[in-house]
């Protein structure tokens, strides 16, 4: 049980582009979904949290315009790196959890390359 | 000082050995403490979840917690080359927003 899905796993695309990925709890209601950034052997960095129906809490320093998330229903929220630049270059984790108090279980991470 | 401090390694043994990885942490509000296990390019996999002190096994797996001394452990038995990956500890305080601090992780390499 606690399947997370992430989709793409990887992407690579142009400078300026607009990139989404979706992050789906399979076989659970997530109330809340987290977005992470994992630069290479480093550890996550959280960039914002979202529950349904809410906006999402963005980390001090993530550009809100920059990384936009939904979380239209109990198990998908996307993340959206709009005109996306090579800094933007990392791998995306998403997160989910059912209650507060329980561990998030992860999807397995989208790889961004902007070329 | 950080809240959680995990060394980096890589922590390299060989296969069958018993492989000791630990977390220390300045928060004494931290009540629930996990294990992950993350393979490159994968993302973590919830490996243990232990609520306030003491000790829970899982198979080859012990997670240990220590909070008059701040300190947490995950031992693995019998160590396999499959068990190379880095580890991430995590914790976090009841209440609020549950949202738990996580370790930098620690590369393990079981060689055969």
């Known amino acids: ?115 | 000082q950080k809240e959680v401090e995990q060394d980096p390694g890589p922590l390299s043994v060989p296969e069958g050995a018993i492989v000791s990885l630990n977390c220390t942490y300045s928060n004494s509000a931290f009540q629930y403490f996990m294990w992950y296990r993350q393979y490159s390019r994968k993302g973590p996999e919830l490996l243990m979840y232990t609520y306030s002190s003491g000790n829970k096994e899982d198979g080859r797996f012990t997670a240990q917690v220590d909070k008059s001394s701040k300190y947490i452990s995950l031992f693995i038995r019998d160590s396999q080359p499959s068990d190379s990956a880095t580890y991430l500890c995590a914790m976090g305080a009841s209440g609020g927003s549950y949202i738990p601090t996580f370790g930098r992780g620690t590369s393990l390499i079981v060689h055969p």
């Not at chain 1, 315009?65 to 996306?84: E, G």
Request: glycine share 6%.
């Open chain 1, 1 to 115: 049980g606690a399947v997370v899905s992430q989709h793409p796993s990887w992407v690579i695309c142009k400078s300026g582009t607009s990139v989404k990925i979706e992050c789906r709890s399979l076989d659970f209601q997530a109330t809340t979904m987290f977005w992470y950034r994992q630069f290479p052997k480093q550890s996550l960095m959280l960039m914002a949290t979202s529950n349904e129906g809410s906006k999402a809490t963005y980390e001090q320093g993530v550009e809100k315009d920059k990384f936009l998330i939904n979380h239209a229903s109990l198990t998908l929220s996307t993340l959206t790196v709009t005109s996306a630049h090579p800094e933007d270059s990392s791998f995306y984790i998403c997160s989910a959890k059912t209650v507060p108090d329980q561990p998030q279980h992860f999807g397995d991470g989208t790889r961004l390359s902007i070329l």
